[in-house]
């Protein structure tokens, strides 16, 4: 078993990706000064601006983009596993990827996670957002293995918006993961309605740690984020809170021998049973191509 400190950056990242950079640097040399193995960032980490002109003069590739090379150069100086929560860049057909990058002590990266599920909703108050008009959605969930502290742990992945949609992290749990990430830059409106549950019963009902680094507070572009990156263990138990929406840094010890413990208590990934369903009906139908498929 591993027993590592884990560190969340709080941000507030504006639309210029060289100073969201250098405020990463920062918080990310605080973690580091703290004691921490393993270190995310939340989603957006490079830039969150509304003004497509601004956004997509931007965008750059992967391999060009200062924003990756920046966490690249910081997990190679500290020595560290830096988890890049997410950055935009581009991707096929003119699109962006809002794209995880798990980058290891020797500044490679490990693996990589594109956002599966996209933000597109209508909230109260005229908040209105259509990330699938600038986004392409990724295709994979993902699991990686990382060598921190005394031993190795299993990540599984997700941005934001996906924390809504437990048969990712089920998935992922099936898959070995041992800690569940979900940096993000959620609204304050659905924030305060919904961060912390949805993020305890995906541990709970997976007997995961949950590891969600957050935007908080009134951005440059005009949108507000709710903040309050989280650790929360198997039990839902909550370990660390930043209990705002300002930038900082929180750390804690993740052991995962605990993982262990709870899933010996409560074993419901070994208890799941197979179950006949019902088919979807109408527009949940054809989203998933399940109407198409059926026939």
């Not at 990242?13 to 405020?23: I, M, Q, R």
């Not at 003119?94 to 599966?116: C, Q, W």
């Not at 949108?223 to 660390?240: K, M, N, Q, Y």
Request: net charge negative; proline share 4%; aromatic share 6%.
């Amino acid at each position: 078993m591993t027993v590592f400190k884990a560190a969340l950056v709080q941000m507030r990242s504006g639309v210029d990706p060289a100073s969201n950079a250098e405020t990463m640097e920062r918080l990310v040399g605080e973690a580091v000064a703290k004691g921490a193995h393993y270190v995310q960032t939340p989603e957006m980490t490079g830039i969150l601006c509304r003004d497509k002109t601004v956004f997509r003069a931007h965008l750059k590739s992967a391999k060009a983009d200062p924003v990756v090379a920046a966490a690249r150069a910081l997990a190679r100086r500290h020595a560290i596993t830096l988890h890049l929560g997410s950055t935009a860049v581009e991707a096929p057909g003119g699109m962006a990827a809002n794209r995880a990058f798990l980058i290891g002590p020797d500044g490679e990266t490990i693996t990589t996670y594109d956002k599966i599920h996209m933000f597109d909703v209508d909230l109260d108050k005229g908040e209105s957002w259509r990330e699938s008009a600038t986004y392409q959605p990724g295709t994979e969930a993902g699991v990686a293995d990382i060598a921190v502290g005394d031993g190795t742990a299993r990540l599984g992945f997700a941005v934001c918006y996906d924390m809504r949609f437990p048969e990712l992290f089920r998935a992922e749990a099936l898959a070995g993961a041992e800690i569940l990430t979900a940096p993000a830059a959620f609204t304050r409106q659905t924030g305060e309605a919904h961060w912390h549950i949805l993020l305890r019963a995906r541990a709970i009902e997976n007997n995961c740690f949950m590891l969600a680094a957050a935007q908080g507070g009134l951005h440059e572009d005009g949108r507000e984020t709710f903040g309050h990156s989280i650790a929360i263990d198997p039990w839902g138990r909550v370990l660390a809170e930043i209990a705002g929406d300002e930038p900082g840094v929180v750390v804690t010890e993740i052991d995962t021998a605990r993982v262990a413990e709870i899933r010996a208590k409560i074993p419901n990934l070994k208890n799941r049973r197979r179950f006949e369903a019902p088919a979807p009906l109408g527009d949940w139908a054809r989203a998933s191509g399940e109407a198409e498929a059926r026939g």
